[in-house]
């Protein structure tokens, strides 16, 4: 074994040789210079003293039973003094020593004895019965290793070399004295510290002991972790398994040889490596058993979801049919679970839904999954789809069939006037404001065939009706003015057109007038790519005046072609299936639909099925209002005797019965209706968010009411595109008809809500009732004017507009025709005054049929300039005689004024 050199012990320590030297001294080593050597265990004892001023306890194991080796080789060093200690205890022993021990040493352990003495009288006091077992550990180490097991003692031994052997060469590796005192818990301890610290090291080898026992019991063979190779090792647990006194000093000491010993004893102390351990086995205890508790281990990303759903896979069948478009609490039925189950489920995933309210498609998928459900959606309304049905029957007599065309090109192109040119009829000029504003359908006759003529509206409130005119189609006919050329809404027909895969012809529109220029549309549609047949193109280009009638034969020609091209056929002779092309509620008639018949032959008593509307056909009108029995292919009519107003665009079949139309329409309105109101309800959290974000956010709400179904429409979706970043539309109702005494009520209890009547007025007494109760009602015939003054409201620029004030409305109960003078209407003034020349118009049923001025007043026989509410009157419109009895003629005056909600 190799001497450690003072100075080296010196450097460690970082003194001087020279205290190292006199210490080495105190402790009666026979010690001169910095380059006298000293056992390595001596080096210790001597790095100890300086460290603690405590005499090292090492002498202690040198005293117990410890093995031969360990004592000799420090019994010349260290053995004497520690002998010095119990021979206070012991005199006779001590006497025995003194006599022994040569004079020199003699005088060292005088000194040391005062230290001892000390100390044996602070440890009495201070810890009593505690205190007992010291001297046991202080001059028995081994008790410990007999309470271990013999491994732990065998190692001992060992490690009493090794480490002396090692220290050597590591050494105490890194010290900080401060850092050492914690330890010693109390500054004041001394010596009596290294008492307690072997107490608590019995103490902590105890447990230990125990729990590695314990441990051992479960843990056959524990596999020693890299991490664990290089654990922290404290100098209690260091000092313990030496039986050393070593490095105070020392923050840690990497000792790879012990890793396994070690890991045992840090691992009771830390929790980080129970706490793991401990939840594993709690989890899956009770809820998942352990067959999920085996899973978890298996992957330890199994969600807890998945484990759940396999779970109530078990409990839960396994396919399941839903309904596309099934209730909360029908798929809660269906799935076996509760609806709140489902709520919850969807309000995790941001969704709010009432358990009425109905779900998505994908909606059903993630609950399908949540469950552990296999869900296969079916669509109940396939069950309700009469067309499909229809279609799928076979058409055995197919015979040719009329042509169905509709015309489409920008606003005033001459769409109308060229139908008119066509049906030699002239319904441009009853058009209030010139514009068409109702699809109409007609008929016309060329060389002995027909064609069928859809009349749409060019304004872009219109796109939804062009489409459906389109796919109602067979042909479609863009107006192009020459003097105008291509537009944004002839761009809009154009891809209505390509997109229902409609043949076209262009009609250029219009060559009558000076500054006509059809090269220009021609190649305007060619850049478009839409190239002229006398170009070399595949599109047919007709030149046409609506105003003159030249072209109109050649555009008939070549409709007709085209339509032999196609080979136009149909069923006449089986129930009929017809496309409405317009749909309104008219007084005395009830609601009344615009159909073209695109297959079978429709009569009058079949009984049909429209949408969620039915009914047996009362009354069949044909373009010209007159009654016919029956619409055979391609022809237009007007039906009467449904039970509610159908919307465009719905395909109407006859049926055998009344019972079969009934059940089904009315299972399609219910199924709806329901899905209507769910959605009403239907907000998601991110929604709802939004909404409390957008606290400024006001809305605008409005009744809108109109004549027909088209206008409707083309109303709402206009109004709905309208908003600012301040200002919402909101259409708390909408309905074909008059506004009514609901209407008013509705828009009563929302407070701004404004009514938006088009081509509707109110009566008088609704009228005095929304005033009663401020409701305000702004009546429209142009469409354009409705949507600019909603606008303009949203925008808060509702500038000073011409607006009109009613004065005063009329009832008439006669009429007479007076020969070149006109209809004479004998009126009774029902509200405020009817002024001569006022502009007035007629309404009725509540829909605005002409707006004129009142040309001529009388009161008896005489011009009146006004005639009051209560009286009679006899009065006439300009330009209007078609005035029948019950018609009510309202006079009103425009008046300029800032408008207000
Ligand atoms: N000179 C001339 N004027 C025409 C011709 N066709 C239509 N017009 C005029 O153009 C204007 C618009 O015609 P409409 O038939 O109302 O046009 P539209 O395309 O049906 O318009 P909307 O119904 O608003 O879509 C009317 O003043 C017509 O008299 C034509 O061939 N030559």
């Known amino acids: 074994m190799g001497k450690v050199r003072i100075h080296e012990i010196a450097d460690e320590l970082g003194i001087k040789s020279k205290e190292v030297v006199e ?26 003293y300086v460290m603690t001023g405590t005499l090292p306890a090492s002498a202690a194991p040198k005293k117990s039973p410890a093995p031969e080796k360990e004592k000799e080789a420090v019994e010349q060093a260290v053995e004497k003094p520690t002998a010095e200690k119990v021979s206070k205890t012991e005199p006779e022993k001590a006497e025995e020593a003194k006599a022994e021990a040569p004079k020199e040493k003699r005088a060292v352990e005088k000194e040391e004895k005062q230290p001892e003495t000390k100390v044996a009288a602070e440890k009495m006091p201070e810890e009593k019965a505690e205190e007992k077992a010291e001297p046991e550990t202080e001059t028995k180490p081994e008790p410990k290793p007999e309470e271990r097991p013999v491994k732990e003692s065998e190692k001992k031994e060992t490690l009493g070399q090794a480490s002396v052997k090692r220290r050597r060469g590591i050494f105490i590796v890194k010290k900080k004295r401060p850092k050492v005192e914690p330890v010693t818990e109390t500054p004041t301890i001394k010596k009596s510290e290294i008492g307690k610290e072997n107490r608590v090291i019995a103490a902590v080898d105890e447990s230990i002991a125990a729990k590695r026992a314990k441990k051992k019991a479960k843990k056959a063979a524990p596999a020693p972790g890299s991490k664990e190779s290089g654990v922290k090792l404290s100098l209690l647990e260091d000092r313990d398994i030496g039986g050393i006194s070593v490095d105070y000093a020392t923050e840690e000491v990497v000792l790879p040889d012990f890793s396994e010993e070690l890991r045992s004893m840090e691992e009771p102390k830390s929790p980080t490596t129970l706490k793991p351990e401990q939840p594993r086995p709690k989890q899956p205890i009770g809820r998942r058993g352990p067959q999920s508790r085996g899973k978890r281990s298996v992957s330890r990303t199994t969600p807890k979801k998945r484990q759940r759903r396999m779970e109530k896979t078990e409990a839960t069948p396994t396919v399941v049919k839903i309904p596309e478009d099934c209730r909360v609490y029908e ?58 049905a229809y279609d799928a029957i076979p058409d055995e007599y197919l015979e040719e069939r009329p042509p169905v065309i509709t015309i489409m090109g920008h606003v005033d192109h001459g769409k109308t006037s060229l139908l008119d040119k066509i049906r030699e009829t002239k319904v441009a ?191 069949i009108l044909n373009d010209l209002g007159k009654q016919i029995k029956e619409l055979g292919p391609s022809d237009p009519g007007v039906v009467v005797g449904l039970n509610e107003v159908p919307d465009a665009g719905e395909i109407m079949v006859a049926m055998d019965s009344d019972k079969q139309v009934r059940e089904l329409a009315q299972k399609r309105a219910e199924y709806l209706r329901q899905k209507e109101l769910s959605k009403s309800t239907k907000v998601t959290l991110d929604e709802l968010g939004n909404l409390i974000a957008e606290g400024k956010i006001k809305s605008l709400p409005v009744i809108v009411k109109a004549d027909v179904q088209g206008s409707l429409e083309a109303i709402k979706g206009s109004l709905e595109k309208l908003k600012n970043e301040e200002v919402k539309i909101n259409i708390i ?40 109760l401020g409701v305000e009602i702004k009546t429209y015939s142009i469409i354009y004017d409705l949507i600019d003054d909603v606008k303009a409201l949203l925008s808060g620029l509702m500038s000073p507009v011409i607006s009109e004030e009613g004065i005063g409305q ?65 009065l006439m419109l300009e330009n209007f005689n078609d005035i029948k009895v019950g018609d009510v003629i309202e006079a009103y005056e425009e008046k300029e004024e800032k408008a207000t909600l």
């Open 23 to 48: 210490k080495a001294r105190e402790m009666g080593l026979d010690v001169k210079t910095a380059s006298s050597g000293v056992s390595p265990e001596d080096a210790q004892n001597i790095v100890n």
């Open 331 to 388: 798929f809660a039925e269906k799935v076996g679970h509760s609806t709140g189950e489902v709520i919850k489920i969807l309000f995790g995933l941001g969704k709010m839904v009432t358990k009425n309210d109905f779900l998505e498609k994908d909606e059903i998928e993630i609950l399908a999954d949540e469950f552990g459900v296999e869900v296969e959606t079916i669509n109940p309304l396939d069950e309700l789809d009469y067309v499909a």
């Open 429 to 619: 000029e009853r058009e209030a404001g010139g514009i068409t504003q109702h699809v109409g359908a007609y008929q016309v006759e060329k060389d002995g065939k027909k064609i069928t003529f859809i009349d749409t509206p060019g304004h872009e409130a219109f796109t939804e009706m062009r489409a459906r005119g389109a796919q109602a189609t067979d042909i479609v006919i863009i107006v192009v003015a020459a003097d105008d050329g291509v537009k944004p809404q002839t761009i809009e027909a154009l891809n209505h057109a390509k997109a229902a895969e409609v043949p076209m012809v262009i009609a250029i529109n219009k060559i009558d007038k000076p500054d006509a220029n059809p090269d220009m549309v021609k190649s305007q549609l060619a850049e478009l790519g839409y190239m002229p047949v006398d170009w070399g193109g595949e599109y047919e280009f007709v030149e046409v005046s609506a105003k003159t009638g030249q072209g109109i034969d050649d555009l008939l020609e070549t409709i007709l072609l085209q339509a032999e091209i196609m080979e136009l056929k149909a069923n006449p002779k089986r129930n009929a299936k017809a496309v409405v092309i317009e749909s309104s509620l008219e007084k005395g008639r009830g609601p009344v639909a615009t159909v073209i018949v695109k297959n079978g032959t429709l009569h009058v008593g079949d009984h049909v099925i429209c949408g969620r509307t039915f009914g047996r056909v009362r009354t």
């Open 733 to 772: 109702h909408s309905g074909v008809g008059g506004i009514t005494e609901s209407d008013v009520a509705l828009a009563n209890a929302d407070e701004n809500a404004v009514i938006l009547g088009f081509n509707v007025r109110p009566t008088a007494a609704i009228k005095q009732k929304a005033k009663q």
């Open 810 to 874: 009329a009832e008439v109960r006669e009429t007479f025709s007076v020969a070149k003078v006109g209809t004479i209407a004998g009126c009774i003034v029902t509200d405020g005054v009817i002024k001569r020349n006022a502009k007035a118009r007629l309404i009725r049923d509540g829909v605005v049929i002409y707006d004129t001025r009142i040309s001529s007043l009388k009161r008896f026989k005489e011009d009146a300039k006004e005639v009051g509410k209560g009286y009679e009157c006899g």
